[in-house]
């Protein structure tokens, strides 16, 4: 049994809920289906999601809700009409918990910002189940809360409740029916709407496919594969057809978008396959992420992933690391302001530590500073607000060090130094610093090195 | 003016001595005379040291110390007797400061093993002083309290009373004396006799530099130069001419052997180059190590130091460098057993820790490993017992990335992987790791490539 989520982009019009449609049919294996809301159309064009947070914005202002709301119903509607459900009573029924949305007590802003935003998959998800019961298919509507699914924390950031695991395996399911379950939106034990943070809904689907026991989790997105390196740096690079759960996490921490690397996490702890697949190619295969793969012996680097949200603190002080405690005062100036670090290379009398830029303002900043100086004295503090990471990522890395030399190589060819290497911290990756002026050349130069 | 320290095979036979004499009276910047304590003579000698420690040890156990008193006055002796002075009062002198050792009161085992030991320099000191005035040089016994040097803290591990060095530049000094001081011996505010830790005539010619604001810290040992690479692993190698204060502590951190690292941080304090010479072979000139030096275009490295004493421990959690506080917790529990840590690479979810192996015992490291299950439940946790490091140290290495590049294509056409490379952390060094196994291999390979 395959767990099945399609992305916005394959949900954003008539025909390509048809795609969809298509898709589920010609498997019968297909049964857990995971929807996102209706994304963009064309360049340009605004997510329901996006759409929803306008309506929000616009209740909290008091202001008139009506034309955002016309806005958002003609997308279900648009999509409705390509089936002609144009004037069936699901667009009412979608129509009236759209107007609810505004009517009802929230506990905070958040709760409302959640509740508003996870309806363009609630809606999404009822919608398609309208549809496939007009093409005869035996669907039906799912919420997260009829399978248990539970979750707690920030409304917007939502965590799972471990026990949703066991109440969605206790979930009856048939061969007979396919359940149609809207992504990224779940509820509280008080019954109050919530969200998953980024990437909410292939977090929802690898939390089904986990609870479910799927066979496999099928992502069906706008892409026919994830590719070796970012198209809008090395055009039409090489596609990945195999990939393990590590690579895919490494990857994706340093750039990569197809995951964000946390939605993945359930699907790995149970050890089920994903494949990555296009809704508008079906046919090809796209990239299976597993637990294992067989490394290429001539060229084991699967992906290059590249990222500039760092920044770094370089710190200088004689003597440095023969002190018990000096990284450790360190860290607990960085607790304080609740600042996580990324990496922490060390010399003998240097540190760096780098940062997700995310994390810091200048306030921020200037206390970390103010508080290393009175508890460290260091000789020298500088931050280096851009700092650019490269990632080479691949089982087996370690193993071929012919493969880091051709890298090495062909950088020094092109003239770029490195600011920072980093390897063996991971075992299947490198990571690479460069100046942010000459992320975009490194990468092209190690790709055509590697691949 | 210079101050100009001879270490222990300078000093351990009356030749020896001549030597020194001849090398002192060819410059009469020459001034401020730092003697060790006499050392080896041939392979398999014991230096005085060594039996001072004897005869500490055998007065602690109450038994009869009249063979090594003997053995050790006749060290002195010898020396004497090059330049006649056998019968002299000098030598009567050391044996009787020999014998009042063992009969003095001590506060503790440490004050009294700091007392024997400091003996070798300081006896060493008034006979150079005698031989010198026998030969009619202007040359005067200082003990390190006339020149009002004072230590605090462990009596074997002394550290500098600041005051110091105002005490020294108030010492009046003219162009007429010769000043005779022994090193590695240092005396408390309550007049105990200290001694430093490692290098400790090294430490003591060093902070006379500084407080005599020395033009030069000449440090004469029985090598022509610091060579590029361990000579031991790599036969005959080239010397190094010149390199800066940040490369000799990185070589030295990295396993060179010609300086402790932390004995040469008064002249970098102070801006004072050392020059490192050879009393046997007092023309050739030696390695100047100075606060900067020219890099060489084509090839910014300065030697290449190699080191067996590490050890790691290897640590996985998903989404281990997300959580604020990961790393702390694990720092507390280094410092509960008051271990630190030499480097700490990381990956997404791996962590490397690298330790100097001296501070692991078996139950520290079962503690250790405890305390991070119980605390952070990692899903590994790996020691590795044994990490050899190669550091390749030279300013400019960062700005020469085809330097880097042709040490790995060595390595890959050697066949040796790298389990880790940290390059970055130092700004003048790569750091990498190998198999111990094939750490000579490795040194041989970069060497070669480089030089």
Redesign the interface.
């Known amino acids: 049994m395959k767990v099945v989520k399609f992305g916005g982009s394959s949900l954003a019009t008539g025909s390509q809920v048809q795609k969809v449609l298509d898709i589920i049919q010609a498997d019968e294996d297909r049964r857990i289906v995971v929807v996102s809301a209706p994304g963009k159309r064309f360049d340009g064009d605004i997510k329901v999601t996006d759409l929803l947070k306008s309506y929000a914005d616009q209740t909290i202002a008091g202001a008139d809700t009506t034309e955002i709301l016309m806005t958002i119903l003609a997308r279900y509607q648009e999509i409705a009409a390509h089936f002609l459900l144009e004037d069936d009573v699901i667009i009412s029924q979608i129509k009236q918990q759209l107007i609810h949305l505004n009517r009802v007590h929230y506990p905070s802003f958040d709760h409302l910002y959640a509740a508003f935003m996870g309806h363009g998959e609630l809606l999404n998800a009822q919608l398609i189940a309208a549809v496939m019961q007009k093409k005869g298919l035996p669907a039906t509507f799912v919420s997260p809360a009829e399978l248990g699914i539970t979750v707690t924390g920030s409304p917007r950031s939502a965590r799972l409740d471990q026990e949703s695991y066991h109440a969605i395996s206790n979930y009856q399911i048939d061969d007979s029916r396919l359940l149609i379950i809207p992504g990224f939106i779940a509820y509280t034990n008080d019954g109050y709407a919530a969200t998953f943070s980024r990437g909410g809904s292939d977090i929802t689907g690898a939390i089904l496919a986990r609870g479910f026991h799927a066979d496999l989790y099928e992502n069906f997105t706008d892409v026919s594969a994830i590719y070796t390196v970012n198209p809008k740096i090395v055009p039409h690079p090489q596609s990945i057809s195999e990939m393990t759960y590590?690579e895919m996490?490494?990857l994706s921490?340093a750039g990569f978008a197809v995951f964000h690397?946390?939605a993945i996490?359930p699907v790995?702890e149970a050890n089920i396959p994903i494949n990555v697949k296009n809704t508008n190619d079906p046919q090809t295969p796209g990239t299976m992420i597993m637990p294992n793969h067989a490394v290429n012996p001539s060229n084991p680097v699967t992906g290059i992933a590249n990222d500039n949200r760092f920044a770094a603190l370089y710190l200088h002080r004689?003597?440095l690391?023969?002190?018990?405690?000096f990284?450790?005062k360190i860290?607990?100036i960085?607790?304080t302001y609740?600042?996580?670090?990324?990496?922490?290379?060390?010399?003998?009398?240097?540190?760096?530590i780098i940062f997700d830029k995310a994390q810091l303002t200048p306030e921020i900043k200037a206390h970390i500073s103010h508080d290393i100086y009175a508890t460290i004295a260091p000789d020298e503090l500088e931050w280096l607000d851009d700092y650019a990471i490269i990632m080479i990522v691949g089982e087996g890395m370690?193993?071929?060090?012919?493969t880091?030399?051709k890298i090495?190589?062909a950088?020094?060819e092109a003239g770029?130094?490195?600011?920072?290497?980093?390897?063996?911290?991971?075992?299947i990756?490198?990571?690479i610093?460069v100046p942010v002026d000459r992320m975009n050349e490194a990468v092209h130069v190690i790709y055509h090195a590697v691949f």
């Open positions: 590590r996490r490494e921490y690397d946390e996490i790995i004689y003597l690391n023969r002190e018990v405690g990284t450790l860290l607990q960085l607790a609740n600042v996580s670090y990324e990496h922490m290379p060390s010399g003998i009398d240097d540190m760096t370690q193993q071929h060090i012919g880091f030399s090495t190589a950088l020094s770029i130094n490195l600011p920072m290497i980093n390897q063996g911290a991971s075992q990756s490198t990571m610093g």
